[in-house]
């Protein structure tokens, strides 16, 4: 703000060593109140994060505010372009902008955009797309505390170095930046021996901080916030992969048995020959659209990162083409050359820029290209890095590495990989084999539906996915065999046999609590086979052999606001590829079942104690109060 505005560049002269001209009054009046207003209107977002002020307050207050900081920045822009050329006794040719003019309108950019989404998010907030709580989660705080430390570092740091080595302000938060980034240009320097001493701690606190916001971002992208858009996600594809179903009358696996055909636990050929071995094929059913569909949404997720990336390469490309070709003038492929060696931090040197708006939408751009990287590199590692991996591996298998499976086999699966599934469809998914289903509950049956439906369940680009997931089965097994405060009751767990009572009862939930209290802790989150859940539905009182308490799923299939929040309170209906199944939960699965299962603890806890209160066996001078 109280930098000046002009300089005065003779021909010939360095951009660095130009003199400045003072600004006028009125400009740094105009720029004190917009940063006043820009000030108050943080410190009311600030105080609502720590839930002093409600949300309907605070956010309209922000965005005016934001909004007219905006106006003012951009307004003060424009409009100093003319005034500020008067009343000068040297030619305006020899007059240019100097960084804090540029800074103040990167500046007015970040302001409208920010306005803008805030807008966006009380708008949605307000027509009740979600909630009205404005509470941070762990990562989002963390992130923010760090990106602030950052900051303060890169600009103490920046006042520190222009007393010590003379340099410009605004000059020494360019270099800071280099720095800090590890870019390392070469055109700005320590010269002196106290500049060069502190230069040792200054970038390695200044890396730090940096891979700390860089893995704080990282951890910001894998939130759990992020599971509603999983979610949604999984319920889009689930609704289109059943109305298919539905459609083409491939419908049989959806339809509940009503009479079991045989003792349970008998030996048959015939597919679903009951309830239980039904309710295990719509299981994997909605497993494998939960596949497809965090699939789907991992590969549109990289497509936006890489077009973010880029529009930020391409756009900024072209700003700096335009900001130096005045005075060192590049071409296109120049800027677009600069670019990539910046990203990349290789910082050759041979190409830096030197106006003044060049440097300042270095600072601007390159920290607007830590979080798109960021995200670009996360996203990357879920996708393509998953298939060359994959593929490496079974190129491998071969030719000098050769496996247990065929060559042929090994030669499908490539090409089936290299064409996104389009051809040898049924190799696609060879090396998943916690996803196929067991040859003895219907496996023929499943794989009919498959090939009838390949279109909605069949290959898709990230086939490799499936290998992060090959041993989740054997990592559950891990777990179960070395948790120390599982109880013998929690050693056997068949869906088919039937449940202790009382006080074993009572032991029975404990150990299973505690186990599963020790799967919360757990990432990725723990996910459950079938007979697990079933197991586990028992315990809370569903059986899933019966098919009372099951349902065929139906068009049209209606919206519900909370997906997978029934089995709560009474007996719904409800099958696992519907909307009320537990898969569908806004809470992972370990926090489904820990929840149920402590409020059935609580239940059963208080009914015995009513019984032995009616039997008179209880201690009436006890008074629960259990809500």
């Keep these: 703000m109280s930098q000046p505005w002009r300089q005065l560049l003779v021909p010939g002269g360095n951009v660095q060593d130009a003199p400045t001209v003072q600004n006028p009054s009125w400009l740094t009046i105009v720029n004190a109140v917009q940063l006043f207003i820009a000030v108050a209107s943080n410190f009311v977002l600030f105080l609502n994060m720590a839930k002093r002020i409600r949300f309907s307050i605070a956010q309209p207050i922000t965005i005016v505010g934001w909004y007219i900081s905006a106006i003012l920045r951009i307004a003060m822009g424009a409009t100093a372009a003319g005034p500020l050329l008067k009343g000068i006794d040297f030619p305006k040719s020899e007059l240019i902008w100097s960084q804090a003019f540029w800074y103040g309108i990167w500046a007015a950019l970040l302001y409208f955009v920010d306005a803008t989404l805030m807008a966006l998010t009380f708008w949605g907030a307000s027509s009740g797309h979600y909630g009205k709580e404005f509470t941070l989660t762990y990562n989002q705080r963390t992130l923010m505390l760090q990106t602030i430390i950052f900051l303060l570092e890169l600009l103490i740091g920046a006042r520190v170095y222009s007393a010590v080595e003379g340099w ?118 909605m497993r494998t659209i939960q596949k497809k569909a965090l699939t789907r949404m991992r590969w549109m997720v990289m497509t936006t990162s890489t077009a973010l990336w880029l529009a930020l390469w391409l756009i900024g490309a072209v700003i700096f083409m335009k ?58 590692g879920d996708t393509v890095v998953k298939v060359i991996q994959y593929g490496s591996l079974r190129l491998g298998n071969i030719t000098i590495l050769p496996g247990d499976e065929s060559f042929m086999g090994n030669l499908k699966h490539i090409i089936s990989l290299g064409t996104f599934g389009w051809i040898f469809s049924d190799h696609w998914d060879s090396a998943s084999p916690e996803l196929a289903l067991s040859k003895s509950f219907s496996k023929q049956r499943l794989d009919d539906f498959m090939s009838k439906n390949e279109a909605e369940l069949g290959a898709t680009a990230a086939a490799s996915y499936s290998v992060g997931h090959q041993n989740v089965s054997r990592r559950h097994h891990k ?75 139906t068009l049209p299939i209606k919206k519900r606001e909370s997906q997978g929040e029934g089995l709560d309170k009474q007996k719904l209906v409800w099958s696992w590829v519907g909307d009320q199944n537990p898969l569908l939960s806004l809470q992972i699965e370990s926090e489904w079942i820990f929840e149920r299962l402590t409020e059935r603890l609580r239940e059963s806890l208080l009914a015995e104690r009513r019984g032995q209160l009616l039997s008179g066996a209880g201690d009436d001078s006890v008074e629960w109060h259990i809500n």
Excluded at 351 to 379: D, E, Q, R, Y
Excluded at 537 to 547: A, F, H, T, Y
Aim: aromatic share 14%; net charge neutral; with cysteine.
């Design 168 to 285: 410009e302000y605004l000059d020494a938060v360019y270099w800071a930046d280099v720095t800090m980034f590890t870019v390392g240009f070469g055109d700005y320097a320590p010269n002196t021996t106290l500049g060069r001493a502190l230069l040792i701690p200054y970038v390695i606190f200044g890396i730090i901080s940096l891979g700390l916001v860089i893995g704080s971002i990282r951890k910001l992208f894998l939130d759990r916030g992020t599971r509603r858009f999983v979610i949604r996600t999984e319920e889009k594809t689930r609704r289109k992969v059943i109305g298919t179903m539905l459609r083409r009358q491939h419908d049989e696996l959806l339809q509940p048995i009503s009479t079991e055909s045989q003792p349970t636990g008998a030996k048959s050929d015939q597919p679903l020959s009951s309830e239980f071995e039904r309710r295990k094929a719509e299981f994997h059913i």
């Design 323 to 380: 900001a130096e070709a005045p005075y060192q003038g590049w071409t296109y492929f120049d800027a677009f050359y600069f670019s990539f060696v910046s990203w990349v931090t290789i910082g050759y040197g041979d190409l830096t820029p030197v106006s003044n708006a060049g440097k300042s939408f270095f600072v601007f751009w390159s920290l607007l290209a830590l979080p798109t990287i960021t995200m670009l590199i996360s996203h990357a």
């Design 479 to 553: 777990r179960h065999a070395n948790a120390p405060s599982e109880h013998k009751y929690a050693r056997f767990r068949n869906a088919h046999d039937e449940l202790p009572t009382g006080t074993n009862f009572h032991f029975l939930l404990i150990s299973e609590i505690q186990v599963i209290a020790s799967h919360l802790k757990e990432s990725p989150p723990h996910r459950y086979t079938f007979e697990e859940w079933a197991w586990y539905l028992k315990l809370l009182g569903e059986d899933e052999r019966e098919p009372g308490t099951h349902c065929k799923v």
